[in-house]
């Protein structure tokens, strides 16, 4: 099996192939975002996907020989990463400083036709932050095309919506709204942490004290809830916890959460 035909196998959807560093492409499960990664050298490489791996996953040819320059390759792949990681760090932070506090088409789809939200360029900024420190941030058109910063840190990078309660781990930010609708709703405490990919959610999660998980039913979605642990998932196909919300209305779609985390606790 080729490499590009073992990336595809794997939801990568590459144009053509780039050799000897990490390239972002889009993925069969969001062609509208860059969701994957591969890295590719000639004879070995691996890929990415954000939406079911939580690490890389390798492949090498069948007539593999170690590249005595290997190392070498490596350690510049490494110091290249780190320059663009600091570039995108550092572009983040202008982008925030520019930003407009007003109300955003996607938004409005989304049931929050008034919200104020970080606009830039037209663009919906969310920040993304490691520890506190911004380390890059997710941009979102109007027709709700998603994007991240070019080389910028997306593993372990979240947003926080923190009222001093649970945690609450969920993947978008739409989704995440939804969610401190329905706390508030029910006069619950809440920390949402908004993940950005459900391979982030297993990350993020790794730090949280019985962290319970929102989640988007469909394979994915589901099979990410399950290796955390506690989750609520929609009873409809293809649902989010925003699409529910839209739907239901927030009194009942907030006492389906409310159930989900009550059995989760019994």
Known sequence: MSFQLFAE????????????KWVRVPTVDKPHSKNGAYFFDGQSGAVQNWAIHEKPVSWRDKDYKPDPFAAEKREKARKI??????????????????????????????????????????????????????????????????????????KGASLVIDNKGMDIVCEGFATGM????????????????????A???????????????????????IRTA???GKYWVSDKDGEDFNDAEQRLGVEEVSQSLLTAIERAKA
């Open 81 to 154: 990463q780190a320059e663009k990681q600091e570039k995108a760090r550092k572009k983040a932070g202008f982008i925030m400083n520019n930003t407009i506090e007003k109300p955003h088409p996607y938004m409005a789809r989304k049931g929050f036709p008034r919200q104020k939200v970080y606009v830039w360029n037209d663009l919906l900024v969310l920040p993304m932050r490691i520890d506190g420190k911004l380390v890059g941030c997710q941009l979102i058109s109007e027709d709700g095309t998603k994007k991240f910063l070019s080389g910028q840190v997306t």
């Open 178 to 197: 939804s969610i401190r609708n329905a706390m508030r709703h029910l006069k619950m405490r809440y920390k949402v942490h908004i993940c950005f990919s």
């Open 226 to 228: 399950q290796k955390i």
């Open 199 to 221: 391979a982030n959610m297993v990350e993020i999660s790794k730090g949280l004290h019985d962290p319970f998980v929102v989640a988007d039913n469909d394979p994915v979605g």
């Open 9 to 20: 196998t794997h939801g990568l959807i590459i144009s053509h192939l780039v050799t000897d």
